[in-house]
């Protein structure tokens, strides 16, 4: 049978922005049975491992029932965490829209998440920490987002012990996405760790980091590491430290897996690296000076020499230490090979209690048919979980978190609250016993694929275009398909062909993601397809073209006021061989050409918009260009030329920073060229000067790239120019054909 025919009995479904009557801390003023001896043989949990195995959280405390998905106030997440000595159950199941950020103040806490009914608890907004020692964590999801302006990571805490992190979901983050680093004894397993946001709302521009891990005795095993571009992770670099990395899944990095570990004795043994389409650099990690590994068994998909040779497949600094042997650790963990660590990591990581929700199973979905992206933002993959809040049916008469019915068939009595706390069965406390024991709904995530249009299409402003999507289900039969288009529920389909309309198309970069409904409510979201819609109509005097072959075609067209142009391109402007596109006009002589930059799109770091003399449409043709970078902490005027064909280009970049919109300039006389900034297109700044010996006649006009790097990832700048003017210098005059 493929749900739980209980699980939808304990369901009712409300929208639950005040809280239950009821809700907060339950504790009984003279309970007449004793206190767990929390015997330090007794794990956190059955399968908890590493060094926060024997973390003992809220055991033989009160039990804290939130009932509310709130902010704040009584019966919410918030007050639940803010005092120690507490196990946190939920009688709520939905999403908590946080207004500040949220601290895990108290120490000595279990939250255990799985209690919550309907499709789980997570947490959006902003970010959350610990600040307690001694917690359990299980069966929660941190996805921060970017609704709010923080620069932060979804989930993290320093300098504290004993804690343990298990089959939790963390995502979205401006800076890190897990980080809990300088703590002792600790452990992170069977959690997914995804989604990093690149160029987000971090002061610095790119980031979209895993995170930093470590300290004294920590441990990490059978994690997902997906679709962030650096930090997978970054281990903490204190001496002393020691880290237990083994048996996880890393998929998607950018241009690092992992580094760090100054100091410090790691291990890293038999986890699987795959490269995925955002990869640009393919190696393990980067041995760091004084620090010292232990690296073996790892499998990095694709390579066969560097899983032969593992430590092919590191970057050595001066200085590093290879280890022969393990680093020993107190609470040594179980190992499997990195092929059995991949297919228990994709069946079981995650928050999957009481279900894995849409966005865990896109990403599983991802590393198994090594698709998806790296993401500047939520609304490019489905956007915030839009799922209905639940109240829990469960009867629970003494509020101790134990079901009425599961009592009675343990031989506890459903009216004494006392009763969670007796321990039996190796120090394990009744409310543990019952916490333990909580199933999943039973179904399997079903899937979905946007088969039409393919990733990447161009479609012209103002047409239709149909979204069609393909379904399957393993174990049941989907009932639903919902169409999401930058992040906002747009349609719904209930029959075959899935499909949606998309009428009078506007101009612009689109993400869609279709997510799939079953028929016991589980869900999958799709990876996601970008549709790219263009204005089409004359753009006299201009004409355009891609240089070299961009994997999006490239586009120019006009504003409503004289000299607006848009340039819309994919590629990168580099090396010895260019790709972008180039609106243009052909001039003969001294020339000028002058623009305001308006905006550009930050497909990565250092995307750019510009001017530029060029000798022809050839890829590794000479030209001379003055461009303008995106970086979020301040864009230059950047000078480019190559000087001969096929030569590398040379850059002058000065120290004066700006932000846009800026003016730029760029000048000819003879095959002298020179470049200038301004403010307010009247009191210019020289920022480079370049001879290269360009013909007479030479193609003038606006460029645009997206940054592209050595990966294959295709991206789109929208770049956006006012003010766009082409001048003669000489009495010839420019001629423009």
């Known amino acids: 049978m493929k749900a739980a025919k209980w699980l939808k009995q304990m369901l009712v479904f409300t929208m639950l922005f005040t809280g239950l009557s009821g809700g907060g801390a339950y504790a009984e003023e003279n309970p007449e049975s004793p206190a767990p001896a929390n015997s330090p043989q007794t794990p956190a949990f059955p399968g908890a491992e590493g060094g926060g195995k024997y973390t003992t959280g809220g055991r033989g405390g009160e039990v804290y029932e939130v009932t509310t998905l709130a902010d704040s106030g009584a019966g919410s997440l918030r007050d639940a965490v803010s005092a120690g000595n507490r196990t946190v159950v939920f009688k709520v199941g939905g999403v908590i829209q946080l207004?500040?950020?949220?601290?895990?103040?108290?120490?000595?806490?279990?939250?255990?998440?799985?209690?919550?009914?309907?499709?789980?608890?997570?947490?959006?907004?902003?970010?959350?920490?610990?600040?307690?020692n001694n917690l359990i964590i299980r069966y929660m999801r941190f996805r921060l987002g970017d609704m709010n302006e923080t620069e932060a990571d979804s989930f993290g805490g320093r300098y504290k012990k004993d804690i343990i992190i298990d089959h939790s979901s963390f995502s979205w983050s401006v800076d890190e996405v897990l980080s809990p680093y300088g703590n002792e004894n600790v452990t992170v397993q069977w959690s997914i760790i995804a989604d990093a946001m690149h160029i987000s709302r971090h002061v610095k521009g790119r980031h979209g980091y895993g995170g930093i891990w470590g300290g004294k005795n920590t441990s990490f095993h059978h994690n997902l590491i997906a679709h962030n571009s650096s930090r997978n992770p970054a281990f903490d670099s204190t001496a002393g430290n020691s880290h237990d990395f083994r048996n996880n899944v890393v998929y998607n990095w950018g241009f690092f897996a992992s580094y760090g570990g100054k100091g410090a004795v790691t291990n890293i043994i038999n986890n699987y690296y795959k490269p995925g389409p955002e990869t640009e650099v393919v190696r393990f990690m980067n041995a760091e000076s004084t620090g010292s590994y232990f690296i073996d068994g790892n499998v990095m998909d694709g390579y066969p020499e560097y899983t032969q040779d593992n430590w092919s497949g590191v970057h050595k600094y001066p200085n590093y230490v290879k280890l022969e042997t393990p680093a020993s650790f107190a609470n040594p963990l179980p190992t499997e090979s990195a092929e059995e660590a991949y297919e228990a990591v994709m069946q079981s990581a995650g928050a999957t209690l009481p279900k894995r929700d849409a966005v865990d199973a896109r990403i599983i979905q991802d590393v198994i048919h090594r698709t998806g992206m790296h993401i500047n933002s939520q609304n490019e993959v489905g956007g915030y979980p839009l799922v209905e809040p639940v109240v829990s049916t469960i009867e629970d008469d003494d509020q101790d978190g134990m079901p009425n019915d599961w009592e009675i068939a343990h031989g506890l009595d459903p009216k004494d609250p006392s009763d969670r706390n007796m321990t039996k069965n190796e120090g394990f406390t009744n409310l543990e016993l019952y916490l333990n024991s909580i199933p999943g709904n039973g179904s399997?995530?079903?899937?979905?694929?946007?088969?039409?249009?393919?990733?990447?299409?161009?479609v012209k402003a103002g047409s239709n275009v149909t979204i069609e999507a393909s379904v399957s289900d393993e174990d049941g039969s989907v009932t639903k398909v919902e169409f999401y288009r930058n992040g906002e529920k747009v349609g719904e389909d209930e029959s075959m062909p899935f499909r949606y309309q998309w009428t009078d198309v506007a101009d612009g970069t689109h993400y869609w993601a279709a997510k799939t409904i079953d028929d016991t409510g589980t869900m999958a979201f799709s990876t996601s397809v970008v549709v790219h819609a263009n204005t089409k109509g004359s753009i006299r005097p201009w004409k355009s073209a891609d240089v070299g072959s961009p994997g999006i075609p490239g586009h120019t067209q006009l504003g409503g006021?004289?000299?607006e142009v848009t340039v819309k391109s994919a590629g990168d402007i580099g090396g010895t061989k260019d790709v972008f596109h180039f609106a243009y006009q052909k001039v003969k002589g001294d020339?000028?050409?002058?623009?305001?930059?308006?905006?550009?799109?930050?497909?990565?770091?250092?995307a750019e918009a510009g001017i530029m003399f060029r000798e022809s449409l050839k890829e590794d043709a000479l030209f001379v260009s003055l461009v303008v970078p995106y970086i979020r902490t301040g864009k230059r005027g950047v000078t480019l030329s190559r000087a001969e064909e096929g030569g590398e280009v040379a850059r002058i970049q000065p120290d004066q920073e700006f932000q846009l919109p800026y003016w730029i300039k760029l000048v000819r006389k003879d095959n002298q060229f020179t470049s200038f900034v301004s403010q307010d297109g009247t009191s210019w700044t020289t920022?480079?000067?370049?001879?290269?010996?360009?013909?007479?006649?030479?193609?003038?006009?606006?460029?645009?790239?997206?940054s592209k790097v050595n990966n294959e990832t295709w991206k789109y700048n929208t770049s956006t120019f006012s003010n766009v003017n082409i001048s003669a210098k000489t009495g010839i005059g420019p001629k423009a054909e």
């Open 99 to 132: 207004k500040s950020p949220l601290k895990i103040l108290g120490d000595n806490l279990t939250i255990a998440g799985q209690t919550a009914p309907g499709d789980g608890i997570t947490v959006i907004g902003y970010p959350t920490s610990f600040d307690g």
């Open 444 to 458: 399997a995530n079903p899937s979905a694929v946007i088969t039409a249009p393919a990733n990447n299409t161009v």
């Open 561 to 563: 006021e004289p000299g």
């Open 591 to 606: 020339a000028e050409i002058v623009a305001r930059i308006e905006s550009i799109t930050p497909t990565n770091e250092e």
């Open 687 to 706: 920022v480079g000067n370049v001879q290269v010996d360009l013909p007479k006649q030479v193609y003038v006009g606006l460029v645009a790239d997206a």
